[in-house]
């Protein structure tokens, strides 16, 4: 998969370097580059860098940096290539989390508090759910691969999100888009287990309002393996307010459970923090455009900031939305997450025939493409997109939760 | 909370260090600072050190020694700021555990042997029991902050003696007392869990037998949180052995179960080391002085060596005696735990009313002053000011245990 | 137990060089010494190398490789003294796992997946199980030292496979036979627990083409201790192939369950790697010749390579033929495990009286001598090794497995 990390010598093939590689047995602990060392045809003053976390339950937590010279990243490689934060002048993708260390893998029990360890190490504004379980913890009940009855304990979310990447490497293209590109490889792998392989990919282009990930999952087994990835992207202010709105061309949309039912006419729009609160939860499938892309949008109260999601329905047919507006210091946030498919336990998710398979050597992508919205017509553009996706389409809301619950006691 | 770490050019201002941060992204692995690094007008060879351990489990635990020139003191900022012993001349506050190393939290779960994986890293003379929880593993049930019933299965003595500190600090003072501090901050946080932020200070001057404990706990949430703090500081040879005593102002004493009960008679005398002994638990409720503080000494058994610990009884109510006169191998060690409940499960704890909470934002401190006793009048003095409590006052031994575990089952 | 780590300056004295050690305080990372740093009068170009890995879950994971001139043997001192591999020409002692990284303990949760965490870094050719279990995974039940019924839950292989080295020596030898030897002591220790302390050693002369391991185990508590030890030996191609064969003077055979009960008859033979393969196990009571040793043979398709296990059966009675011909992905290997018991659960184990126990302070030492057979005519004469100890000897090969497991629920 990766191709050659000697320094090149063409002007047209984009300069690389590795800094984390168990293949080379590398791991760079400071590192950077910026303009002046790989001057481009671009007025930007660009950098990417390389850094490690000290103290608490974050020492030794590698961190990766990308500014395009007007949108800033930071990636963390030990925490399975998660994206902490995106920033675009006065708009922050992100959230303020009770925990405020990006913790170190070390010290993360998923098994912790009846599966929901990972918890305490949740702040990112992007993180992956998944691969062999991406949902609520519990037992699981199936059929295993030489057809006997098993079951095994899922703990939240599953493992992916406190792996620590295996190979990094950071690539700056010299040709247009003039792309910062940081690729990770995440392996989810044991013995009598899955064999899945994640390429990750953050790229933007130099003096961009907009991201994308391209993810790239592999089964390196010998046998077909099921998989689960949600892409959990978590929203607090400036976005997130009283006021603010998940804009989203809905074809179908159901409440996770009887309390999100009951707030089910307030789905789209946000209320104030506030203590006490109860996370609702709303299971939506969207329309796609021809070429089989959706779009989303939070915007903020007053409409003048947002961000935009696009991504392929093929590659991810379901969105869940999790609303969670509790006070600031609990953590006053949203999550918009495309998946393939919703976060309940992989019992359910197998049932309602959620759960895809991958056969061996059989890979599949994900492109998720974002764009920081920081005018109030850069909002509006984003809005009349996605209504070109649902004009004269009509939305089934349905009132109760389409899952029922009972079936798994 | 941390003022400045700029180097201080004032003759009066202390001398701060600032060794580990998590907010300056810093870790300093090896330092030290002595009394020729910094004059002081008192005869005294007194050093502070940092270093870093290796080998083992204990490879990468970040070590820091305060030695006041008479006493020395062992703290251990990567097991939240625990303290390993403290030693003068030949007396040694500490116990030799068969767990020889001081264990990395990595190598700790804490869910092990059914939530006893805490004493896989036991072996400090004192660390802190706590915070979400500070009692006997199992389940605890109880109504959450929405009003459901909820359960959670606890382990042994909860989670804040296997966290690393977030920030460490030295600080020595130009002018009198002299005293030479170590504070650092120890946080137990998650999502959809507690925010408990836990400020620890251990505190001696030059020359000094005596150091104290500050510490300061604040709820950094939105809601009110629930907590308990037991301080498990523990003893073995030379001040326990054959004959040692615990003296006490005893308001009120009861076994922690049948089998203490049977032993009740002996409490406040210890035996030798003993192969196969069963651990003996006592609740003892102190008397205060005039100003709310308690006071209760252990002494060797030929009366020439002890340990006086004093404390508030308003901030800690409660007292743990626990007898554990094992063979030498095994851990001939006694603990001596003033805190804010017993350590029943807090499901037990909560029921009597011995789980205090604190308001958002809210504090609480919490001081112990220990004196090392190295001679006979040394321990007579403390003797005296434990009977000045004491004096014309009842004492209320409860032959049977005062909790009725079969409510609990 | 480290006598000296002096430079010695006698020419007789071997070399000896101190790795890792928790009494020094000590952990070099990067170290080697070969013929050129000490001439010794054999035409060898030998060495020893201590590394340290990088990326992913192997991050600063320790590494010891000794190459005899002939044989190169690759020891992981971060997994309790596990020997990844051993490599002569085109013979490897090994095998290709689906886990890819010498995973860092500190990745490893054990109690994971009902207690199979222990395969997320199952990789090595040879891994200890035990030391406190060693077994299958689930409840072991029993009375405890105190006379009370107590119940435990165990974890697939024990824990001693993830605990990293406390002390790490190299010596190399100035005399005939000219052993290189790696000699590391892995602690088993907790409170209200074992305190077992495991001395490993790794032996090789320059240029042979055997190696031995010797172990020395001491319970170092104040009492009795069970104990449970078998060392796990795993093969893959190019020995393990459609054909190859386990010779073995067998003098008890017996299935570990009704699966391998059904193919008892190809116990000795393997056959392809085969996609959804369940494992097939196999109780082994081996002959041993008049000084109580055994020796058995792993032997290639073509019958020209294979590897030759000798060991005494008064320290390793028992000896377990796992077989898993799973497809090459999943993990094509046999493993061949002398052992103190089978791997059921202690509990069992115990019932049929197979957990040994150590008094205070006893020790017991465990030898194991592999050769490495790299020509058609070192397979004939490893066979007839064999056969002479089985001349004349019945098998008795029971068609049912020995153990009762219903007795067990």
Redesign the interface.
């Known amino acids: 998969m990766l191709l050659s990390y000697a320094v090149t010598t063409s002007a047209e093939a984009p300069f690389r370097k590795l800094l ?8 760079v602990e400071h590192w950077s580059r910026d303009h002046r060392d790989q001057p481009l045809p671009l007025d930007a003053e660009w950098a990417v860098r390389k ?1 490690v ?7 030794g937590v590698d961190l990766i940096e990308i500014d395009n010279g007007r949108l800033r990243l930071v990636i963390v490689p030990t925490r399975g290539m998660s994206v902490y934060e995106a920033v675009l002048n006065d708009v922050r993708l992100g959230w303020d ?5 990006l913790v170190h ?3 993360i ?6 599966g ?1 360890g990972w ?2 190490g ?2 990112e504004w992007m993180v992956r759910c998944g691969l062999e379980s991406a949902g609520h913890p519990g037992e699981d009940r199936f059929i295993n ?2 057809g006997d009855e098993a079951s ?2 899922l703990t939240l979310h599953g493992k992916i999100g406190n ?5 990094v490497e950071v690539i700056v293209e010299n040709q247009p888009p003039y792309r910062i590109r940081v690729r990770g490889r995440v ?1 989810e ?5 899955p ?1 899945l392989e994640l390429w990750t990919e953050v790229a933007t282009s130099i003096n961009s309002d907009s991201f994308s990930l391209h993810d790239s999952l592999t089964n ?4 077909e393996q099921e998989f689960q990835l949600i892409y959990h992207a978590n929203f607090g202010p400036p976005l997130l307010g009283p006021g603010a709105r998940l804009v989203a061309p809905i074809r179908k949309i159901s409440p996770f459970n009887e309390h999100a039912a009951a707030h089910l006419a307030q789905q789209s729009s946000y209320g104030p923090p506030t ?2 609160f ?1 996370e609702q939860v709303y299971c939506l499938r969207p329309w796609a455009d021809d070429q089989g892309k959706t779009s989303v949008m939070l915007q903020n109260p007053r409409g003048d900031r947002g961000v935009q999601l696009s991504w392929s329905l093929d590659e991810l047919p379901y969105l869940t939305q999790w609303k969670n507006s ?6 006053y946030v949203t999550g918009i997450e495309p998946g393939t498919g919703f976060p309940y336990n992989r019992r359910v998710e197998r049932h309602y025939g959620r759960v895809p398979k991958l056969q ?1 050597g059989q890979s599949r992508q994900f492109t998720l493409d974002f764009t920081v919205l920081d005018t109030a017509e850069a909002v509006k553009r984003g809005r009349r997109k996605i209504e070109a996706i649902a004009r004269g389409r009509a939305t089934v809301s349905q009132a109760a939760p389409e899952v029922d619950l009972e079936l798994f006691r």
């Open positions: 984390i590689s168990r293949q080379d047995n590398t791991r850094s976390l000290h103290g608490g339950k974050q020492e989390s009770p925990v405020k260390e893998p070390r010290h029990d998923l098994q912790s508090r009846g929901l918890l305490e949740f702040n691969n030489i095994m304990n792996i620590p990447a295996s190979e392996d792998r044991m013995f009598y287990g064999q390196r087994g010998g046998s203590a006490g109860v509790a006070d600031l210091k609990s953590g061996p």
